[in-house]
């Protein structure tokens, strides 16, 4: 099973840029979905950019054209480049790796809850403060 490892998180002013950056233990294969997902205090985890295997995204609609994601050709690199950013996406953010096939999950995997079958990074804090 991948192990996922996230790294890039911090404090930022609103406006300002963050890249996170999520590293693959192995191989991810070219069926799955890898994504960002976020949860903040009080709410429920949801699933921020994703990429589907054949190269498809997905944002969640407060973050799009503010947040792009970035695969490396070996799928095991993924980066979530935060541009704009605003108070409402404190959060802490999760790397994930579905282990459905990609194909099912809709294009860009905007099907993808993370509720289940998904393996999960250990998270990395982001806070924006005005």
């Known amino acids: 099973q991948v192990a996922l490892v996230e790294s890039g998180g911090g404090s930022v002013q609103t406006g300002g840029s963050l890249r996170l950056s999520c590293s693959a233990s192995?191989?991810?294969?070219?069926?799955?979905?890898m994504g960002w997902f976020r949860q903040a205090p009080g709410k429920e985890r949801e699933r921020v950019a994703s990429?589907?295997?054949?190269?498809?995204?997905n944002y969640l609609d407060s973050v799009r054209g503010r947040f792009t994601v970035f695969q490396d050709n070996t799928k095991t690199n993924l980066d979530l480049q935060m541009n704009n950013v605003r108070i409402e996406d404190t959060a802490i953010y999760y790397c994930a790796v579905s282990r459905l096939p990609s194909s099912i999950l809709g294009r860009g995997c905007r099907n993808w809850s993370g509720r289940e079958l998904t393996t999960w990074g250990q998270g990395t804090e982001v806070t924006v403060s005005s």
């Open positions: 990429i589907a295997a054949d190269g498809g995204t």
């Open positions: 192995n191989y991810v294969t070219n069926k799955y979905c």
